[in-house]
């Protein structure tokens, strides 16, 4: 592994999950508000695939508006969560800066841009949609589960025109934290953003504010199909 890590922040202390042969994919997978890498190592480690690369980084703590400023691990603020609700549109706008510094800092060291997937579960969905509709780069998808699209309002403007990016969006019917009707709202505003027929939109009955193995498997499934091995 050449290159400096401490160039990028948060790959300095990110989780990487390494692959068992030579790795010639990545996945980038975000974590939601207050949790960290660690939460979803072990939850990715158990769909491994021997040639990819998954890499955890931690959100920074930050004062936390919806929490009353608490502060906690965020990738951004939030200061509410249903479609209207005010964004953090500067917080936001740096956080998917820093992941696209993960991107380049990755293709320099071998993986290319469209062998590169992001991936998150809530916040760190929501941000992993943001930064792959934004990017220069084609990547190879977006795993997206029980999430939003932040600043939907700016969509599709501020798309950086990739209409063939591949996403898997997932989510719980029962989940009250963030509606499955908000996942279905984005789900539709997506198709208006990239070529519809590159969205798949699975919900899970009985299934709250979480993951569970069938929407893991589909996760390994979506994985496989676009980051084959080479």
Same mark, same amino acid.
């Given at each position: 592994?050449?290159?400096?890590?401490? !160039?990028?922040?948060?790959?300095?202390?990110?989780?990487?999950?390494?692959?068992?042969?030579?790795?010639?994919?990545?996945?980038?997978?975000?974590?939601?508000?207050?949790? !960290? *890498? @660690?939460? &979803?190592?072990?939850?990715?480690?158990?769909?491994?695939?021997?040639?990819?690369?998954?890499?955890?980084?931690?959100?920074?703590?930050?004062?936390?508006?919806?929490?009353?400023?608490?502060?906690?691990?965020? &990738?951004?603020?939030?200061?509410?969560? !249903?479609?209207?609700?005010?964004?953090?549109?500067?917080?936001?706008?740096?956080?998917?800066?820093?992941?696209?510094?993960?991107?380049?800092?990755? #293709?320099?060291?071998?993986?290319?841009?469209?062998?590169?997937?992001?991936?998150?579960?809530?916040? *760190?969905? #929501?941000?992993?949609?943001?930064?792959?509709?934004?990017? $220069?780069? $084609?990547?190879?998808?977006?795993?997206?589960?029980?999430? &939003?699209?932040?600043?939907?309002?700016?969509?599709?403007?501020?798309?950086?025109?990739?209409?063939?990016?591949?996403?898997?969006?997932? @989510?719980?019917?029962?989940?009250?934290?963030?509606?499955? $009707?908000?996942?279905?709202?984005?789900?539709?505003?997506?198709?208006?953003?990239?070529?519809?027929?590159?969205?798949?939109?699975?919900?899970?009955?009985?299934? !709250? @504010?979480?993951?569970?193995?069938?929407?893991?498997?589909?996760?390994?499934?979506?994985?496989?199909?676009?980051?084959?091995?080479?």
């Amino acid at each position: 592994m050449c290159g400096n890590n401490m !160039s990028v922040p948060l790959l300095a202390e990110a989780v990487t999950v390494s692959g068992t042969e030579k790795e010639t994919a990545a996945v980038i997978f975000l974590h939601g508000l207050g949790d !960290s *890498g @660690h939460g &979803w190592a072990d939850t990715l480690t158990a769909i491994q695939l021997r040639h990819v690369k998954f890499i955890c980084p931690h959100a920074p703590p930050i004062p936390v508006t919806l929490n009353m400023k608490s502060m906690m691990p965020a &990738w951004f603020d939030l200061m509410g969560l !249903s479609p209207d609700s005010p964004e953090d549109e500067s917080g936001i706008k740096k956080a998917a800066e820093n992941i696209k510094a993960i991107i380049e800092h990755e #293709a320099k060291n071998g993986i290319p841009p469209n062998r590169i997937m992001l991936g998150g579960f809530s916040q *760190g969905g #929501a941000l992993s949609l943001y930064t792959a509709l934004t990017c $220069q780069h $084609q990547l190879a998808g977006v795993v997206a589960l029980s999430c &939003w699209l932040p600043l939907h309002r700016s969509f599709p403007s501020v798309s950086s025109g990739n209409k063939n990016l591949p996403i898997l969006q997932c @989510h719980g019917e029962m989940d009250v934290m963030i509606p499955v $009707q908000f996942g279905a709202m984005t789900a539709e505003k997506l198709k208006n953003i990239v070529n519809p027929q590159m969205i798949t939109f699975k919900t899970y009955p009985g299934l !709250s @504010h979480s993951s569970c193995p069938q929407e893991m498997a589909a996760v390994k499934e979506f994985i496989e199909q676009h980051l084959p091995r080479i």
